[in-house]
Protein backbone atom coordinates (compact mmCIF):
# COMPACT_ATOMS: atom_id res chain seq x y z
CA UNK A 1 0.00 0.00 0.00
CA UNK A 2 2.57 2.17 0.75
CA UNK A 3 4.52 1.71 -2.45
CA UNK A 4 1.25 2.96 -4.25
CA UNK A 5 0.95 5.85 -2.32
CA UNK A 6 4.17 6.94 -2.52
CA UNK A 7 3.98 6.18 -6.63
CA UNK A 8 1.41 8.42 -7.14
CA UNK A 9 2.85 10.99 -4.88
CA UNK A 10 5.56 11.25 -7.38
CA UNK A 11 3.84 10.56 -10.25
CA UNK A 12 1.73 14.06 -9.81
CA UNK A 13 4.12 15.66 -9.01
CA UNK A 14 6.13 15.53 -12.46
CA UNK A 15 9.44 15.71 -11.06
CA UNK A 16 12.35 16.16 -13.25
CA UNK A 17 15.70 14.37 -12.95
CA UNK A 18 17.06 17.08 -11.67
CA UNK A 19 14.56 17.66 -9.10
CA UNK A 20 15.53 13.84 -7.86
CA UNK A 21 18.65 14.37 -7.68
CA UNK A 22 18.48 17.60 -5.39
CA UNK A 23 15.27 15.32 -3.07
CA UNK A 24 17.90 12.20 -3.00
CA UNK A 25 21.12 14.73 -1.63
CA UNK A 26 18.79 16.78 0.40
CA UNK A 27 18.06 13.38 2.22
CA UNK A 28 21.07 11.79 1.88
CA UNK A 29 23.59 14.55 3.49
CA UNK A 30 21.58 14.20 6.71
CA UNK A 31 22.96 10.51 6.86
CA UNK A 32 25.81 10.39 8.50
CA UNK A 33 27.77 8.23 10.06
CA UNK A 34 26.98 5.55 7.72
CA UNK A 35 27.37 1.44 7.83
CA UNK A 36 26.20 -1.67 6.49
CA UNK A 37 25.94 -4.82 8.34
CA UNK A 38 24.70 -6.73 10.80
CA UNK A 39 25.63 -6.10 14.80
CA UNK A 40 25.46 -9.35 16.45
CA UNK A 41 26.22 -9.56 20.13
CA UNK A 42 28.24 -13.23 20.65
CA UNK A 43 28.64 -14.83 23.78
CA UNK A 44 32.25 -16.89 23.28
CA UNK A 45 34.12 -19.14 25.98
CA UNK A 46 37.60 -18.08 27.04
CA UNK A 47 40.83 -20.71 27.18
CA UNK A 48 40.51 -20.29 31.23
CA UNK A 49 39.97 -24.04 32.60
CA UNK A 50 38.30 -22.57 35.63
CA UNK A 51 36.64 -19.96 34.25
CA UNK A 52 33.37 -19.05 36.67
CA UNK A 53 31.52 -17.59 33.64
CA UNK A 54 32.11 -19.63 31.37
CA UNK A 55 30.82 -22.80 33.59
CA UNK A 56 27.87 -21.09 34.00
CA UNK A 57 27.27 -21.00 30.32
CA UNK A 58 27.00 -16.95 30.56
CA UNK A 59 30.24 -16.58 28.97
CA UNK A 60 32.41 -13.43 27.86
CA UNK A 61 29.83 -11.48 25.65
CA UNK A 62 31.14 -9.36 22.89
CA UNK A 63 30.01 -7.68 19.53
CA UNK A 64 30.91 -8.94 16.16
CA UNK A 65 29.91 -6.44 12.80
CA UNK A 66 29.36 -8.96 10.09
CA UNK A 67 29.50 -7.93 6.57
CA UNK A 68 30.68 -9.28 2.75
CA UNK A 69 33.44 -7.65 1.30
CA UNK A 70 34.38 -9.10 -2.04
CA UNK A 71 31.76 -11.52 -1.50
CA UNK A 72 33.69 -12.88 1.38
CA UNK A 73 31.64 -12.91 4.86
CA UNK A 74 34.39 -10.54 7.55
CA UNK A 75 33.44 -10.89 11.03
CA UNK A 76 35.32 -7.72 13.15
CA UNK A 77 35.10 -7.57 16.67
CA UNK A 78 33.49 -4.37 18.07
CA UNK A 79 34.19 -2.44 21.31
CA UNK A 80 31.47 -1.93 23.58
CA UNK A 81 32.09 1.58 23.43
CA UNK A 82 31.68 1.91 19.68
CA UNK A 83 28.63 0.03 19.82
CA UNK A 84 25.97 2.89 19.87
CA UNK A 85 28.17 4.92 17.70
CA UNK A 86 28.17 1.87 15.01
CA UNK A 87 24.22 1.15 15.72
CA UNK A 88 23.07 4.72 14.23
CA UNK A 89 25.59 3.89 11.20
CA UNK A 90 23.76 1.00 10.40
CA UNK A 91 20.46 2.76 10.53
CA UNK A 92 21.31 5.22 8.45
CA UNK A 93 22.69 2.45 6.43
CA UNK A 94 19.31 1.28 5.82
CA UNK A 95 17.79 4.30 5.59
CA UNK A 96 20.28 5.18 2.49
CA UNK A 97 19.27 1.72 0.96
CA UNK A 98 15.82 2.96 1.32
CA UNK A 99 16.42 6.57 -0.03
CA UNK A 100 17.99 4.69 -2.85
CA UNK A 101 14.94 2.25 -3.98
CA UNK A 102 12.89 5.49 -3.92
CA UNK A 103 14.88 7.43 -5.76
CA UNK A 104 15.25 4.69 -8.80
CA UNK A 105 11.44 5.04 -8.98
CA UNK A 106 11.50 8.36 -8.78
CA UNK A 107 14.04 8.83 -11.12
CA UNK A 108 12.29 6.50 -13.91
CA UNK A 109 8.67 8.70 -13.07
CA UNK A 110 10.63 11.33 -14.42
CA UNK A 111 12.71 9.77 -17.33
CA UNK A 112 8.90 8.82 -18.46
CA UNK A 113 7.20 12.30 -17.76
CA UNK A 114 10.18 13.85 -20.06
CA UNK A 115 9.96 11.00 -22.81
CA UNK A 116 5.93 12.33 -22.95
CA UNK A 117 6.43 15.76 -23.54
CA UNK A 118 6.65 17.56 -27.18
Not at 65 to 82: E, H, I, M, N
Request: hydrophobic share 40%; with cysteine; net charge positive.
Amino acid sequence: MYMLHMLHTFIVKHESRQDVQKWFLAQATTLWPLAVGCLSLRKNRCIRPRCSACHSGEGHPSYALSLRRGGAQTVVYVPDDLVDSLAKALANGKTLQALLQEAGLRYLAAMKAERRKP
